[in-house]
């Protein structure tokens, strides 16, 4: 099993920001965390292996691969900004 901590998430995050060309300063906004937020979440890819998958490419070449995907093949789902709104918080 691993975890996967908020750094983590803020890491990926970053490192989408920079292959993006862009500045964090305009990207990145910090937020309270939702009061039913988890601090950490546990990932096993035990099963995956099992099945035979095997990692082919680096962290950093996946995600530059997926962003140009992004870029290339976007178009035809129209406006996809709706479902990039945050999680509703509770008050």
Not at 54 to 77: A, F
């Amino acid at each position: 099993r691993q975890l996967i901590l908020s750094s983590d998430v803020v890491n990926a995050a970053k490192s989408l920001i920079k292959i993006l060309g862009k500045d964090e300063k305009d990207c990145i906004t910090y937020v309270p965390d939702r009061k039913f937020n988890d601090l950490r979440y546990t990932i096993n890819s035990s099963k995956l292996h099992e099945l035979g998958w095997k990692e082919e490419m680096s962290w950093e070449e996946g995600l530059k691969t997926t962003v140009e995907w992004y870029k290339n093949y976007t178009k035809r789902y129209g406006n996809i900004d709706r479902a990039l709104v945050a999680h509703p918080r509770m008050t």
